[in-house]
């Protein structure tokens, strides 16, 4: 399977700023969209952004104008941009590809999380 490895993450104060890095190995055909998914114990695992191979980016309402998902297509790298943070983001966010490996199927990728937590 491609493996998504993420770094970052931490504490922070509320109004301080993040940066999660993740970025997909193994033996890729392909990767279309990557993003990020969040969770909290107990909850389910909710979108937070995913951006397509051509760069078009979608956010969770919760998180417009304060988070800015990027991509570096050579890396097979995907990014988050966390600015302005809030107690209520504190989760464990999660890296996710939707890639294919050479005459495979496509399949759902995931990292193996990063926590987040802002203390207010």
């Known amino acids: 399977q491609v493996q998504l490895v993420e770094i970052g993450g931490g504490l922070v104060q509320a109004g301080g700023s993040l940066r999660l890095a993740c970025v997909a190995s193994?033996?890729?055909?392909?990767?279309?969209?990557m993003g990020w998914y969040r969770q909290a114990p107990g909850n389910q695992r909710d979108l937070v952004a995913t951006?397509?191979?051509?760069?078009?980016?979608n956010y969770a309402d919760y998180v417009k104008g304060r988070f800015t998902i990027s991509r570096d297509n050579v890396k097979n790298a995907v990014y988050l941009q966390m600015d302005n943070l809030k107690p209520d983001d504190t989760n464990v966010y999660y890296c996710?590809?939707?890639?294919?490996?050479?005459?495979?199927?496509?399949?759902?990728?995931w990292g193996q999380g990063a926590q987040v937590t802002v203390s207010s």
């Open positions: 951006i397509t191979s051509d760069g078009r980016a």
């Open positions: 193994g033996n890729i055909f392909a990767i279309t969209v």
């Open positions: 996710y590809a939707y890639a294919s490996r050479p005459k495979m199927a496509w399949e759902d990728c």
